[in-house]
């Protein structure tokens, strides 16, 4: 194998990465001889493709399983979003009972301070009252009978608002009681309301990451299994090109050798709004100001007839255009590349070129043997 086929099989390689396609150019390189064929390589090149696209249908369908999975966690999430916003409902209604129960509380305090207040001076009366004094004395004391009897029947009466206001306070105890006990229970159905919102959040969070983390990883294997499939596509063009020019290319065998395939347009200079990006005129342009438009096999005379026509020639040299009629290995509408090196070849007739669009969609190097179909060269 020849040192230049050495480093572009290394270079495929290096591009694949991560799915081992390394041992692909190790199993060239090592069984690899002057006697290995083209088809071979082209053979192993797609056998490694195959493996890739298997792979890629496999994760295509882990992809899916992967969709089913989240559709699943999304109607899972409506759930609790719905069962959440019920607990925001309950836990606002359970805030206001504490609230009410509060107030409650207090005014009941307020009410026993009262009471309490109230039976106090009551006792004071009954003690004064009831300090030692005999219904014989009461009456002894007593001015008139009708005295006696309004202050038996004040006496009576006091007793009986005592009596009131003892059970009142008991029964206000009681009641106090059970608002304490009441609001307990509701504070506690409150915490345990925002625990379970607190909880829910964080399941809605934890699902929300799980999906977005499986939808990258699923994202990115499926780029990286694909950007593979295109470098060995790539690969194999590039070689599938290679064995049509060396068993001659058609009839006119000049397709030469490719030394180097880019991934882009690396090596450009301005961008010509003339010619359609991509194509091999567009690609020559931004190395040379052309004043013309033509296809390709028309550069030669578009020179001539344009305003400021630049000198032509049909030898090779560094940073000239070459021009190719249509046919052999190139499109009907012929083909121009940008000379870079020249003197490689058969009678000192060879030259290296970049060129766009000679492998679809690709800048590329090329050497070129002689210049068999080269209609001319453009001297900018």
């Not at 052309?290 to 400021?308: C, D, L, R, Y």
Request: glycine share 8%.
């Amino acid at each position: 194998m020849s040192q230049i086929r050495f480093k572009r099989v290394l270079r495929a390689a290096a591009q694949l990465g991560v799915f081992v396609i390394a041992a692909t150019a190790a199993s060239l390189l090592t069984t690899g001889s002057a006697s290995a064929s083209y088809s071979s390589q082209i053979a192993a090149l797609e056998q490694q493709q195959q493996t890739l696209i298997n792979q890629l249908q496999v994760l295509q369908g882990q992809a899916a399983s992967a969709g089913q999975q989240a559709a699943t966690t999304q109607q899972q999430i409506t759930v609790i979003q719905q069962q959440l916003s019920q607990e925001q409902i309950a836990l606002s209604e359970a805030n206001a009972k504490l609230t009410a129960t509060t107030n409650e509380l207090t005014a009941t305090e307020a009410q026993m301070a009262r009471d309490r207040t109230e039976l106090a001076a009551l006792v004071t009366v009954l003690y004064q009252r009831d300090s030692g004094d005999s219904w014989a004395a009461a009456i002894a004391n007593s001015s008139s009978v009708s005295k006696l009897v309004d202050d038996s029947i004040n006496l009576q009466t006091v007793r009986q608002e005592f009596d009131t206001l003892t059970k009142q306070l008991i029964a206000d105890a009681n009641a106090l009681k059970t608002l304490q006990a009441q609001q307990q229970a509701q504070e506690k159905q409150v915490s345990g309301l925002v625990s379970g919102l607190q909880s829910q959040s964080s399941q809605l969070q934890a699902a929300e990451n799980t999906f977005a983390v499986e939808q990258d990883s699923l994202t990115g294997q499926a780029a990286q299994i694909s950007a593979a499939i295109q470098t060995l596509s790539s690969q194999i063009q590039v070689l599938q090109e290679e064995e049509s020019a060396s068993s001659g290319g058609g009839s006119l065998g000049y397709g030469g050798t490719i030394l180097e395939v880019y991934s882009g347009y690396p090596n450009l200079g301005s961008y010509p709004d003339a010619y359609p990006f991509g194509q091999c005129t567009w690609f020559a342009a931004s190395q040379a100001y052309i004043e013309w438009s033509a296809n390709a096999n028309g550069w030669i005379s578009g020179n001539a007839s344009s305003p400021n026509p630049y000198p032509t020639g049909v030898t090779p040299r560094v940073n000239s255009i070459v021009v190719w009629r249509g046919g052999g290995a190139y499109s009907s509408l012929g083909h121009v590349a940008w000379v870079i090196q020249t003197g490689d070849g058969t009678n000192g007739q060879g030259f290296v070129v970049e060129e766009a669009n000679y492998i679809a969609g690709h800048e590329d190097t090329r050497l070129v043997l002689n210049t068999s179909g080269v209609l001319g060269f453009i001297y900018p």
